[in-house]
């Protein structure tokens, strides 16, 4: 089964760019769409955006232009880039797949385990 | 932006029936997922397309929803289902969670 990990510095100082990646394995990417969830600490889950394998993005609208996805296949990787951080953007960031019905975005599953990344003044 | 509303907190009594809502506008045109979330551990989809159980949901977890609320319903609770609950929807193409349910059994 599909399993994904999360990976990329913990810490990163304001106004640079955090960089993360997702590896799956367990699976192909091939005609699925892969997102990226964070989580404040002791806050809720807030949708970051969601990538197909093709390349096709679609941000959450929130984040005004920060957020940059990207796909790797041949490497069964995504990336998440968030530019102009502050220490708002401290949270765990986790990566999941996106399940479609009759090609609509539905629910995500699985999920990475996390990771945290703590934005530094 | 789309909100979900959810209550902060439930608290139910071991192998009693724990109810929790997500409201939100129009959410009954829209399809609404569920999450466990325990502690330190990852979310986990309990619920897909209003009231569908995953492979591996116990079946004490049930789904509805009636108007623009959906409920998550949870018979029988047991102390492992305390836990933090979220509602998800998707409104014009962006993903929106609720805010979260922290649900207490005691």
């Known amino acids: 089964q599909v399993q994904l990990q999360e990976s990329g510095p913990g810490l990163v100082k304001a106004s640079g760019t955090l960089s993360l990646t997702c590896t799956v394995s367990?699976?192909?990417?091939?005609?699925?769409?892969w997102s990226w969830i964070r989580q404040s600490p002791g806050k809720g889950l807030e949708w970051i955006g969601s990538?197909?394998?093709?390349?096709?993005?679609n941000y959450n609208p929130s984040l005004k232009g920060r957020v940059t996805m990207s796909v790797d296949t041949s490497n069964n990787q995504f990336s998440l880039k968030l530019s102009s951080v502050t220490a708002a953007d401290t949270a765990v960031y986790y990566c999941?797949?996106?399940?479609?019905?009759?090609?609509?975005?539905?629910?995500?599953?699985?999920w990475g385990q996390g990771t945290l990344v703590t934005v530094s003044s | 932006s789309y909100e979900l509303t959810q209550p902060a907190s439930v608290s139910v009594s071991p192998g009693q029936t724990a109810s929790i809502t997500c409201s939100g506008d129009?959410?009954?045109?829209?399809?609404t997922f569920w999450y466990q979330q325990r502690p330190g551990q990852s979310p986990v989809v309990v619920i897909y397309?209003?009231?569908m159980r995953p492979s591996g949901i116990p079946e004490r977890f049930s789904g509805s929803i009636s108007g623009n609320t959906a409920t998550l319903t949870i018979s029988g609770t047991q102390a492992v289902d305390e836990a933090d609950y979220y509602c998800?929807?998707?409104?014009?193409?962006?993903?929106?969670f609720g805010g979260g349910t922290k649900l207490t059994v005691l």
């Open positions: 397309q209003d009231n």
């Open positions: 367990g699976g192909s990417m091939t005609y699925y769409y």
């Open positions: 129009e959410l009954g045109t829209k399809y």
């Open positions: 998800q929807a998707w409104d014009s193409s962006t993903g929106v």
């Open positions: 999941a797949k996106l399940q479609t019905v009759v090609a609509r975005p539905s629910w995500f599953d699985p």
């Open positions: 990538i197909y394998y093709s390349g096709t993005t």
